[in-house]
């Protein structure tokens, strides 16, 4: 086998091959003849059909299956003499020969994984969040539980902001009625923009059997592009007009929250634990965003073609699986891949620049790290040990827990060695956080 290197590119090869036809034709012979020993044809006993039928029949196709594996077989002895970690699938293709060709020649085309140089991270700042939790976060996320938890009576009096209201309305545009412009029973709290403001501030003051017409302009960066910048003209019609009621604070609010004796303290406590764990889960979210950020930031890499466009199928195929999960029809709604390019390139770039760290500095994940992490994650269950058996019975789930533990340690290197400042937040902004 003969192979010749060319460099395309960056990130870019060639390599050209040769097989010599006489293995290949020897290699077709012996196929043949073990698939002879064991053929059935009419009019033939088993294993005694002539060579030259067996030939007629099926040399095509093993001379075909024998082809491709040779060719495999030269790319991938080549990609190892040569020393090549190949990014994607290479793009084989034939080279034109004489007919008293000795050889086949072919071609494959294919990226090679960039050489990942870790930027200098010391002079990187880190802002870190910090928070404190008292009794005013308890008494905000308290406020938060009770509206969540909110009835509505019917009341006869004019709408008033935190009033619930069902209506029917009709909009057009130019004297014509637009997608989206008309609904029946339609439900909203005024006050929470879940309108556009004109829309509430005609409806508020409106009793039920209240009616009004009014104008509108809908903003320029409207998530409805065919009426985005457009004035309509609209029919409202108040069919019920509801009053909010928080629940009390007391045992039976408590009660629903999970406290079974209803004790307001123990509800409190609870409340602030609960608060503390999330306070958690964001800040560790916050931290990794931002450790993350700093490693794009100081390092630079030529990106393969082949891997972007592979994890940007994956994000495609796992957007049609949610959307198909919650019941939508795929054909209906199209996906673009460009759409995830952007996302597509970050996550190749994250994964080349992480691979190169934990080898760089032994950052992979020890195996008592992930017992600790599984288990921690059983806790929330019933009966942790067998959640525990399960995961570690699960190689796919058991490499996910691995994947987080793994890129757990890479953020702690990171903090490290980076400039890192605590810098205080506000608990209302923290929390509304995405």
């Given amino acids: 086998m003969q192979a010749s290197l060319e ?4 990130l870019e090869r060639r390599l050209n091959m040769a097989v010599a036809l006489d293995d290949i034709e020897k290699q077709v012979d012996e196929r043949l003849k073990k698939l002879s020993r064991k053929l059935r044809m009419a009019g033939f006993r088993p294993g005694k059909v002539p060579m030259k039928l067996v030939a007629q029949q099926y040399g095509p ?49 294919f990226e ?57 309305f009709l909009g057009k545009i ?13 439900v909203f709290v005024l006050g929470e923009k879940q309108v556009l403001p004109e829309f509430e501030a005609n409806a508020l003051g409106l009793a039920a059997g209240g009616s009004k017409t009014f104008d509108l302009t809908f903003p320029a960066d409207y998530h409805g592009k065919n009426v985005a910048g457009k004035s309509a003209g609209f029919e409202l019609k108040v069919k019920l007009v509801e009053e909010g009621h928080l629940p009390d604070l007391d045992a039976e609010f408590a009660r629903s929250l999970g406290v079974e004796d209803g004790d307001l303290a123990t509800m409190r406590a609870e409340v602030k634990a609960n608060i503390e764990r999330e306070v958690k889960k964001r800040a560790q979210a916050d931290i990794k965003n931002k450790v993350m950020q700093v490693l794009l930031d100081a390092t630079k890499i030529d990106l393969p073609k082949a891997l972007i466009e592979m994890e940007t199928q994956r994000l495609v195929q796992a957007t049609r699986a949610d959307l198909e999960a919650r019941g939508m029809k795929i054909e209906q709604m199209p996906i673009n891949p460009e759409m995830f390019e952007q996302q597509a390139q970050r996550r ?87």
């Fill in 348 to 434: 190749v770039s994250l994964g080349l620049i992480i691979a190169e760290m934990v080898k760089a500095h032994g950052l992979a994940a020890k195996p008592e790290q992930v017992r600790a992490m599984v288990q921690e994650q059983a806790e929330s269950y019933e009966r942790p040990d067998e959640v525990v058996k399960w995961i570690y019975s699960q190689p796919q789930r058991l490499s996910e827990i691995e994947s987080v533990v793994l890129e757990d340690n890479v953020v702690a290197w990171v903090l490290d060695h980076a400039k890192v400042e605590d810098k205080a937040v506000k608990f209302d902004e923290f929390m509304g956080k995405a």
């Fill in 7 to 10: 460099n395309l590119g960056t």
């Fill in 61 to 109: 196709q093993v001379r075909s299956e024998v082809i491709g594996d040779a060719v495999q077989k030269a790319f991938s002895d080549a990609v190892r003499e040569q020393n090549l970690k190949v990014a994607g699938h290479p793009r084989i293709e034939p080279k034109s020969g004489g007919a008293d060709a000795k050889s086949i020649e072919f071609s494959a085309t």
């Fill in 112 to 168: 090679i994984y960039p050489e990942v140089v870790l930027g200098d991270i010391r002079e990187r700042r880190i802002e870190r969040p910090a928070l404190t939790l008292g009794d005013a976060e308890v008494d905000k996320t308290l406020a938060i539980l009770r509206k969540q938890r909110q009835h509505f009576h019917r009341v006869e009096r004019p709408a008033a902001a935190g009033d619930r209201v069902t209506a029917d």
């Fill in 174 to 186: 130019d004297g014509v009625e637009f997608a989206g412009g008309k609904a029946s029973d339609f």
